[in-house]
């Protein structure tokens, strides 16, 4: 119920991106090649995650992986538990996860395109 309700709470025409530091030398990337770092199968790149629970988190998830966020927090506990991976660190907002994006070269991050500025690149939009 509450998902449902955070999801109502971001608009419809709300696009969600995908964003790497400018430093980075990707310049795009396919929804299957995203769902990679953020599903812990590939750590080419580290993953910086929005808050759990948050409307853009569990959009980003559907749209890449096609998983909720059940799906997801039950692959990332498995994956801690055998110690193959590490989960992305979270932050609150799109603010703060380009910021966090910007100042690393490695990081790969998902924000609202309304957040893009120029200390990031955009490497995928999502439908």
Do not use: C
Not at 101 to 110: F, Q, R, T
């Amino acid at each position: 119920m509450l998902s449902a309700l955070a999801a109502a709470a971001l608009p419809a025409s709300a696009e969600i991106v995908v964003i790497v530091s400018k430093q980075n030398p990707a310049t795009r990337m396919f929804s299957e090649q995203a769902s990679q770092f953020f599903l812990g199968k590939s750590n080419l790149f580290t993953p910086v995650d929005q808050a759990d629970g948050s409307a853009i988190r569990n959009e980003f998830y559907k749209k890449v992986a096609d998983k909720d966020a059940a799906q997801v927090k039950a692959l990332w506990s498995k994956l801690v538990f055998t110690g193959k991976a590490t989960p992305p660190k979270e932050y609150p907002n799109s603010a703060d996860v380009k910021k966090a994006v910007a100042a690393d070269p490695k990081a790969i991050g998902y924000i609202d395109k309304s957040a893009v500025d120029d200390t990031v690149k955009v490497i995928l939009t999502l439908p």
